[in-house]
């Protein structure tokens, strides 16, 4: 399978913003259902939102609502996690990942980017 492919991210203060992207390895649609995880060494890997490609539903785990934007770039294949309001606590390594189905487990993993707010 195609690899996902993550970029953006970075150091910001609180209360800033990042941009995550990600993409095929191929340049392709990335997949049916893309999702943005994110972990703390230690820690189980946290769903952060989803959009279905096709239909553009989307949805958020509460602690991002209203700050985080997920969308997709038809023109570029692209989905991207758009974060503002940023605080400390969103500090991670933030994935982007994929699935063919609504029902299915995430099966495709992108290698991560790091993302740190400084209070």
């Known amino acids: 399978q195609v690899q996902l492919v993550e970029s953006g991210g970075g150091t910001v203060q609180a209360g800033g913003s990042l941009t995550l992207s990600c993409a095929s390895s191929?340049?392709?649609?990335?997949?049916?259902?893309m999702g943005w995880f994110r972990q703390t060494p230690g820690k189980d890997r946290e769903f952060v939102a989803q959009?279905?490609?096709?239909?553009?539903?989307?949805r958020y785990t509460d602690s991002v609502k209203g700050r985080f934007t997920v969308s997709k770039d038809n023109a570029k294949n692209t989905v991207t996690l758009q974060m503002n309001s940023l605080k400390p606590e969103d500090t991670d390594t933030y994935y982007c990942?994929?699935?063919?189905?609504?029902?299915?487990?995430?099966?495709?993993w992108g290698q991560g980017t790091q993302d740190t707010v400084s209070s």
């Open positions: 990942a994929s699935k063919r189905s609504t029902i299915e487990a995430y099966n495709n």
């Open positions: 191929d340049h392709t649609v990335p997949g049916y259902i």
């Open positions: 959009i279905n490609w096709f239909t553009t539903d989307t």
